[in-house]
């Protein structure tokens, strides 16, 4: 496609649940990030994928969070025994290899997942 | 290590005046700047970029910013606020061989007949 798509885009899921949120990139673009946006808030960094190299994990909340990025290019974030506080819209963005010489290309962001824990 | 402030979390502007939106960074290397802007309910567009080209970068929609590097600042401005420039405003920094990008808190921009 010709953007980053987010699916799904709203998701209500209850306390203790388990849920998956898919981000297909821009195709060739071998960076991915995740954000999350929490109500009036700014884009809190959760994970970064970048090529084969090992990702950046540092923003994940905590271990209930993972995300995994098969044959480098989908992606999916999994949230186990989901919380409320974990209500947010969760944002992917790709990016082209921001390696030497292309360090200022742009992220292109998908529409976001609203999820709510109820 | 990178950080980004946005010194006004709102600002707001009669339509037909001028917008200063503030952004301050911090950065061990030379970074790479990024404004962002986001409407209501809708997904985070590219307003402009720094690329160490030129200091002063024009953007979409008549927006444009300034590096000032003495000040570590890259503030947004557009001559002439429009009542659809109404959104948040995030800055955006990256930092050259370390790819996270880093956003600031957020602007909400409120533009008033």
């Known amino acids: 496609g010709a953007g980053v798509s987010q699916s799904p885009s709203n998701k209500v899921t209850e306390k203790g649940k388990d849920v998956e949120l898919r981000c297909d990139p821009i195709?060739?673009?071998?960076?991915l990030y995740w954000y999350r946006q929490s109500l009036g808030q700014g884009l809190e960094f959760l994970i970064y994928?970048?090529?084969?190299?090992?990702?950046?994990k540092s923003g994940l909340p905590s271990d209930r969070f993972s995300a995994e990025r098969t044959g480098g290019s989908v992606s999916t974030l999994t949230i186990q025994r989901t919380q409320q506080e974990d209500s947010a819209v969760y944002l992917c963005?790709?990016?082209?290899?921001?390696?030497?010489?292309?360090?200022?290309?742009?992220?292109?962001f998908g529409q976001g997942t609203r999820l709510t824990v109820v | 290590a990178q950080s980004v402030t946005q010194l006004d979390s709102h600002v707001s502007v009669s339509e037909g005046t001028p917008v200063l939106l503030r952004c301050n960074y911090s950065?061990?290397?030379?970074?790479?700047l990024f404004w962002y802007v986001q409407h209501p309910n809708k997904g985070l567009q590219l307003l402009l970029k720094?690329?160490?080209?030129?200091?002063l970068v024009k953007g979409i929609n008549g927006f444009e910013a300034e590096f000032k590097k003495s000040e570590t600042s890259f503030h947004l401005t557009k001559p002439s606020a429009h009542m659809s420039d109404a959104a948040e405003y995030f800055c955006?920094?990256?930092?050259?061989?370390?790819?996270?990008?880093?956003f600031g808190a957020g602007t909400r921009l409120a533009v008033h007949p």
């Open positions: 195709s060739g673009h071998t960076a």
């Open positions: 994928f970048q090529g084969n190299s090992a990702p950046d």
């Open positions: 950065s061990s290397y030379s970074p790479s």
């Open positions: 963005a790709s990016r082209q290899d921001p390696g030497q010489g292309v360090r200022n290309t742009e992220a292109f």
């Open positions: 720094y690329t160490s080209a030129a200091t």
């Open positions: 955006v920094v990256s930092e050259k061989g370390y790819n996270k990008l880093i």
